[in-house]
């Protein structure tokens, strides 16, 4: 019948109460490790998830600072504090593979002996994650449709026309195309990041930049070359070093032998002094002069571009009007010492100031104004409330909150509020607060 009890289980033999048998049987991963780090036991499980038989392996030791020369061993290594006594749990990619996925999630637990004596580990190992064939992940659609876009917002067209200009457009055409290391020199803001992000374009893999300069030693090489570093990365495209003289000479060399390898990503330099500059100096190795600079170009200021100031002004930020000649009378006569960074905070900060009216003279900085006598607009900001009226609006924020909480009855707001309800009806009055009266209880 439905409703009869299930048969009990037979009660277990004393053979199969040993440890060894329990672990054989068991579908979890489990390997012993005695005293001496010596691999002393894994089940069938354990060569299941690994891959390996466990009997030519009896007796391996395990490196004590993982420094193992087989990537299962510098794996399945317990932590150091395991051997004090510890329990752990650790993440670790599966040997061979950088990264991850699979990871091997793997848990050890001491046996502890008289004393502090440790007499070995018991580690479980579960297995997550599939791996996943290399150039089988594929963006999906909508953002391959926005990397497109984003490509679309660097282009060459912002060199400008002159044929001095056109010349450096095909140069760093052909550079992008061929991934040959170029060198841009420049003063700060000229755009020299924008100009490398143009050159990487919508080419396949990432585009980063690393600033060098302001960086500990340590930390530069850990995003460099440490563990998840940009040398790690396989989708990694284009790199753009901002100020490379100020790396160390030992990363410089690293650097070199990176980017001249078969797997290294395009190098792109930006520096405000020429390469045979920062190589004389002695702050740039030869390397950087003779192979990671295949093209040098020099990216004019704005001041020497300033015919060009209308057409940069639109790209900046479109107005439903042309900037008046006066304007640009005025922006062409000051020297721009920050470039294009500096113009297009002008320019924001002047469309805003007119509020929707054409730009005028008097809407530009007063740093500006200043040199040329313009009389300022009559923009003025709003004057900020004194403190008795920010008083007065949060006292009667926090009255109404509490009267809504307490229904209207006063008394209750009062105790809410921590006051006599004496005081919280002056208020009342003194803040014209209108209220219900307190209904009868």
């Not at 490509?151 to 052909?174: E, H, I, K, N, V």
């Not at 550079?175 to 050159?199: F, I």
Request: glycine letters at 8%; hydrophobic letters at 40%; a positive charge.
């Amino acid at each position: 019948m439905a409703n009869e009890p299930p048969e009990p289980e037979p009660a277990p033999k004393p053979r199969d109460l040993e440890w060894r048998t329990l672990f054989r049987r068991s579908r979890s991963a489990i390997f012993v490790v005695n005293g001496r780090r010596q691999l002393r036991y894994a089940n069938p499980a354990w060569e299941a998830a690994t891959g390996v038989a466990f009997a030519p392996l009896r007796g391996t030791k395990f490196s004590e600072t993982r420094t193992s020369a087989s990537p299962l061993w510098a794996t399945l290594a317990p932590p150091r504090e395991v051997w004090r006594g510890e329990s752990a749990r650790v993440r670790r990619a599966a040997p061979g593979i950088e990264h991850g996925p699979p990871w091997w999630d793997l848990a050890f637990f001491p046996l502890r002996g008289r004393g502090e004596r440790i007499l070995g580990v018991v580690g479980l190992l579960d297995v997550v994650g599939e791996a996943r064939p290399r150039g089988a992940v594929k963006l999906p659609a909508i953002l391959e449709t926005l990397r497109h876009q984003r490509s679309q917002d660097f282009t060459f067209d912002l060199l400008g026309d002159s044929p001095a200009l056109q010349r450096l457009q095909s140069q760093l055409r052909w550079a992008a195309e061929h991934r040959a290391p170029t060198w841009l020199t420049g003063e700060a803001g000229t755009g020299k990041e924008t100009l490398a992000r143009t050159m990487h374009g919508a080419s396949h893999g990432h585009f980063s930049a690393l600033e060098c300069a302001g960086l500990q030693p340590y930390l530069l090489e850990g995003i460099l070359f440490g563990k998840g570093g940009l040398a790690t990365i396989r989708t990694l495209g284009t790199l753009y070093l901002k100020n490379p003289a100020r790396l160390p000479r030992d990363l410089q060399t690293r650097v070199a032998e990176w980017c001249t390898s078969a797997k290294g990503p395009h190098l792109i330099c930006g520096s405000p002094t020429a390469v045979a500059e920062s190589v004389a100096s002695g702050a740039l190795i030869s390397r950087f002069q003779m192979q990671l600079a295949t093209l040098e170009v020099r990216i004019p200021p704005l001041r020497e571009r300033l015919n060009e100031l209308p057409e940069f002004l639109g790209r900046i930020a479109p107005s439903p009007t042309a900037p008046a000649e006066d304007v640009l009378k005025v922006l062409r006569a000051y020297s721009w010492p920050g470039n294009f960074h500096e113009l297009a905070g002008v320019w924001h900060d002047a469309l805003r100031r007119a509020g929707g009216t054409a730009v005028q003279p008097a809407h530009l900085p007063r740093s500006i104004r200043e040199r040329f006598l313009i009389e300022s607009s009559a923009y003025t900001p709003r004057k900020a409330p004194g403190l008795d009226a920010i008083l007065e609006s949060v006292e009667r924020r926090m009255i109404l909150r509490a009267m809504a909480a307490t229904d209207g009855h006063i008394t209750a707001a009062a105790a809410k509020l921590g006051i006599f309800r004496t005081r919280l009806a002056r208020r009342l009055e003194a803040l014209k607060i209108a209220w219900p009266p307190e209904p009868p209880r």
